[in-house]
């Protein structure tokens, strides 16, 4: 597509409960990110993936957190197990190779809240 | 360790104004280096890079920003200052083999009329 697409671009849900949210990076580009942006925080890494595949996935905060790439295309981040400090904006980027292979160009967020 | 570091939370400078927005940086490679803005509710959006050549870098909407390797610096700049600039503004720094940025915690500007 023309940008990185995020959903839902709010989710309310309870605590306890599993959540997925999907990213759709822009066609073509092989490089996707996952960032975590917490009220007042800067981003924080979660993971990257090349491909399908993950080389760094070292920001993920726990093992309740895990992410899939599928096709080199869409990607899905998923919290098992929701906690009130899950809350945030998880931020997906993507990015092309060769010379483009640093710029990453940011969806619009997928707002979380846990109650 | 590799690290961003924007020491000012909150700047507020009247519209007309120039700007000034500090980041510093640990790296232990060549850096590639980034300014993003953020408008409310907004995602990040680019306005420029450096990754090698003239350290003095433009990017959109007027900003410019410049290398230091000496002082491990890379500060944006913009000379006069419009009210529609208000926004939070990250630096990101990154190694030249792609892979992630690291981003500092974010310089968020007020703009006075």
């Known amino acids: 597509g023309a940008g990185v697409s995020q959903s839902p671009s709010n989710k309310v849900t309870e605590k306890g409960k599993d959540v997925e949210l999907r990213c759709d990076p822009i066609s073509g580009h092989t490089a996707l990110y996952w960032y975590r942006q917490s009220l007042g925080q800067g981003l924080e890494f979660l993971i990257y993936?090349?491909?399908?595949?993950?080389?760094?996935k070292s920001g993920l905060p726990s093992d309740r957190f895990s992410a899939e790439r599928t096709g080199g295309s869409v990607s899905t981040l998923t919290i098992q197990r929701t906690q009130q400090e899950d809350s945030a904006v998880y931020l997906c980027a993507s990015s092309s190779v060769g010379s483009g292979a640093n710029v990453l160009t940011f969806g619009a967020g997928s707002r979380l809240t846990v109650l | 360790a590799q690290s961003v570091t924007q020491p000012d939370i909150h700047i507020t400078v009247s519209e007309g104004a120039s700007l000034e927005l500090r980041c510093n940086y640990s790296?232990?490679?060549?850096?590639?280096l980034f300014w993003y803005v953020q408008s409310p509710g907004q995602g990040l959006q680019l306005l420029l890079k450096?990754?090698?050549?003239?350290?003095l870098v433009q990017g959109i909407k007027g900003f410019e920003a410049e290398f230091k390797r000496s002082q491990s610096s890379f500060n944006l700049r913009k000379p006069s200052v419009h009210w529609s600039d208000a926004a939070e503004y990250f630096c990101a720094v990154g190694g030249n083999q792609g892979g992630k940025l690291i981003f500092g915690q974010g310089t968020e500007l007020s703009v006075k009329p």
């Open positions: 790296y232990g490679a060549t850096p590639y």
């Open positions: 450096y990754f090698s050549g003239d350290t």
């Open positions: 993936f090349q491909g399908n595949s993950a080389p760094d």
